[in-house]
């Protein structure tokens, strides 16, 4: 998947965050000659100041209102279009879902925690670094020793980063570890209930995963354990900086000969400098989690996949692998097509044809290889989406859609005999039948490559006989995988795929 459109609330989430320290800051060097004047003696100058620092407060909440609205408005438009960029890699099947739990982590966890990082985290950690910087400069501005003092004493809140990281990260991977196990393993029971019954093995498949809930109920504790370590630390640190910095500013007072009138102003200072490295601290510790979604999600990650630009190749594989588990499903697949060129690909059951297919269609990521392919092009597969609209429903909406023969589409339907079934819900149809429905559409569809998938599986004699008269006259450049020989039709190459290899015939 591609990156979403986070730029306007990251934009206006950091300009809340320093927006919200400037207010601050003026108020604070307001309010410092204020007290200054107060404790000088002179009180005349003083109405001046304190008129200034209300007024300052009153004409700074409409603005910060404002802007602290839109921040929240444009956290919502992001995440609805990172949302719908989701969904539509869902329904295209560009992002893989295994089952309904792992389709509920990837909407809900998944989702919250990008969102979270990139919309909070992020501008709170870009605020928070400005204001750090920011702050230390003017202590060091108002008093360089004070400024050089505190700065080094504020390095001290960072070195539980780096020791808390590695202990962390580990806990948070072997907790994913184990939640995957005790997933894969459910799924297992799930899919085998039948074979466990008949063999009388539940006890045993209880047994296993109850040593798997045991694992990830023990690193939970763990993590929970590590969050409150965490927690305690800094927390203890970030007290002890704060609170002790008045008993330093203090002793600065008594026996370093610093003026108390700059007292009120090094005191913020001081406060912000220690408490803006939390937000920097709350950024690192969440992206360990926001790295783990993006993975699952297969979000900003290098993108093998694309559109050719050369021209006449419509489609171009380069060292394509695909392995489930152990088993290995294609090594090494290198494939061009050209323009108009039709390429048969044949192959036993089982021999990855499929699965090839589906990888240059983009329906399904390899492991290993690059594919590049154009983007007009049109494919009906052997496994295709069920639904219970109507084939009529169905035909309506497809003459609405751009790059759609109406017309063609009509004939097909007439050709593979659906006519009568335009009032039937596709998902009560035979096989048969949804495989002509299916291979109409992409007939119709105009493309300048059409890819196939045992297209003549479930389907009669007089079907068979009129998609190979389509097929004979078809304009554009063809990839058919199919079993048989088909010499019905003419190919410009014939390929042969045997143990994920393939081989021109």
Not at 114 to 129: E, N, T
Request: with cysteine; charged share 20%.
């Amino acid at each position: 998947m591609r990156r979403g459109p986070f730029g306007p609330s990251v934009g206006l989430g950091i300009c809340c965050q320093l927006a919200e320290y400037g207010v601050k800051l003026l108020c604070s060097l307001l309010l410092a000659q204020l007290l200054t004047q107060v404790m000088n003696g002179t009180l005349s100058p003083v109405y001046p100041w304190a008129s200034g620092t209300l007024l300052l407060l009153v004409v700074s909440v409409g603005p910060l209102f404002l802007l602290r609205r839109a921040y929240e408005r444009a956290v919502g438009r992001d995440g609805q279009r990172f949302r719908e960029t989701l969904y539509a890699g869902i329904v295209s099947r560009e992002l893989e879902v295994a089952s309904r739990g792992e389709l509920e982590v990837k909407l809900r966890r998944d989702t919250q925690a990008i969102l979270k990082f990139l919309q909070r985290s992020c501008p709170q950690a870009v605020g928070g670094a400005v204001i750090w910087v920011g702050s230390a400069l003017l202590l060091c501005h108002t008093d360089g020793r004070v400024g050089l003092l505190f700065f080094a004493l504020n390095l001290v809140q960072l070195l539980p980063i780096l020791v808390y990281e590695t202990w962390t990260k580990r806990i948070h991977n072997e907790t994913c570890q184990a939640e995957e196990a005790d997933s894969a393993w459910l799924l297992e029971g799930y899919h085998g209930a039948h074979v466990l019954k008949c063999y009388g093995a539940q006890g045993w498949y209880l047994a296993r995963f109850c040593k798997l809930e045991q694992a990830v109920m023990r690193w939970g504790y763990r993590a929970e354990g590590a969050v409150t370590v965490e927690d305690v630390v800094f927390k203890g640190i970030d007290s002890l900086l704060n609170y002790g910095s008045y008993v330093i500013l203090g002793l600065f007072v008594l026996y370093g000969g610093l003026s108390a009138a700059k007292l009120p102003l090094l005191v913020l200072l001081a406060g912000t400098l220690f408490s803006s490295v939390n937000a920097v601290f709350t950024w690192w510790l969440e992206r360990a989690e926001y790295q783990a979604a993006c993975q699952r999600l297969h979000w900003m990650q290098r993108e093998d996949v694309g559109e050719t630009p050369e021209e006449p190749m419509l489609l171009s594989c380069t060292g394509v692998e695909k392995a489930f588990g152990d088993k290995r499903i294609l090594s090494g697949i290198s494939l061009d097509i050209l323009r108009g060129e039709h390429v048969l690909l044949r192959g036993k059951n089982g021999s990855g044809k499929s699965t090839l297919l589906r990888i240059l269609l983009g329906l399904e990521r390899a492991d290993a290889g690059v594919v590049l392919r154009c983007s007009d092009l049109s494919y009906a597969l052997q496994e295709e989406a069920q639904t219970t609209l109507t084939v009529g429903e169905l035909t309506e909406q497809l003459d609405k859609t751009p790059g759609m023969d109406s017309n063609a589409l009509h004939r097909h339907l007439v050709g593979f005999q659906l006519t009568e079934c335009m009032d039937q819900p596709l998902a009560q149809l035979s096989g048969g039948q949804q495989k002509r429905f299916f291979l109409a559409a992409a007939l119709a569809k105009d493309s300048q490559l059409l890819v196939l998938d045992e297209p003549t599986n479930h389907l009669d004699r007089e079907s068979v006989a009129y998609l190979t008269q389509v097929l004979q006259d078809y304009p554009g450049a063809m990839l058919v995988c199919t079993h048989t020989a088909w010499t019905a039709l003419r190919w410009d190459k014939i390929l042969h795929m045997r143990g994920g290899v393939i081989g021109e015939e």
